[in-house]
């Protein structure tokens, strides 16, 4: 596992180190998708399989998102 450290600027934005770039092939104009993992966020190039399943989920999880399932929410 490779690791290092960035800063967040007062706008909220970070500076992705060169060598974690090069490793994610990460590149000038490119889309990240960021993933929480309980208090940890995962950052990666977004593909085309990424939105794929995000259309997925957006249209197969709708019937979960009303006022009667909240009660589930602090489970």
Known sequence: ???TMSHITSKA????PAAMRQIAD???GDTVLF???GNELVMRKYTAEDDAWLKYAESGFAEWDNA???I???L
Not at 13 to 16: I, K, L
Request: proline share 0%.
């Open 1 to 3: 596992m490779t690791a």
């Open 13 to 16: 934005q970070v500076t992705v």
């Open 26 to 28: 990460i590149h000038d």
């Open 35 to 37: 993933v929480a993992h």
């Open 68 to 70: 009667e399932d909240e």
């Open 72 to 74: 589930y929410n602090d």
